[in-house]
């Protein structure tokens, strides 16, 4: 079954006109179960997205932070591709934030979980947490400045 997989994987991307990076392994385990050019770097796009949950989930395990905390979002922070913060500034529990940042790939959403933790944190996470060593998460979503200057 996973020769299958891996096959249909290979098939995806030798069809594909795009740069791909995959790196399939457990968490506790140093094998990988799958692996194409993984030392590779490239633009994640949303995929950021679960390496960001996964950092303040484990600042939430730790009790630095509680999932009903609430957080303002202010009409600055609402980006103009949200469906979610459409009725302007108002507080919400981490815990929505989380659940739109994963389910709807809410950018705004992701953005305050980003300053709620901050760059820093986020990426000592997946690096010394994950292990994950060709992923960083280098600006905010839909950054004009920053993708204007090529930070991926």
Do not use: H
């Amino acid at each position: 079954m996973m020769d299958n997989l891996i096959y249909n994987i290979n098939q995806m991307i030798k069809d594909s006109d795009e740069n791909v990076s995959i790196l399939v392994k457990e968490l506790n385990k140093t094998d990988y179960i799958y692996n194409y050019n993984s030392d590779i770097q490239i633009t994640s796009a949303s995929t950021i997205k679960v390496p960001i949950m996964l950092a303040v989930l484990e600042e939430v395990r730790q009790g630095n932070i509680n999932l009903d905390d609430k957080i303002l979002v202010k009409c600055e922070d609402i980006l103009f591709d949200t469906e979610i913060f459409e009725n302007g500034e108002k507080y919400y529990s981490l815990y929505e934030l989380i659940n739109w940042m994963i389910i709807k790939s809410d950018n705004t959403a992701t953005n305050i979980i980003i300053k709620l933790l901050g760059m820093e944190k986020i990426n000592n996470y997946i690096l010394n947490v994950l292990n994950i060593n060709s992923t960083s998460l280098q600006r905010y979503m839909l950054d004009k400045d920053a993708i204007k200057k090529r930070v991926k």
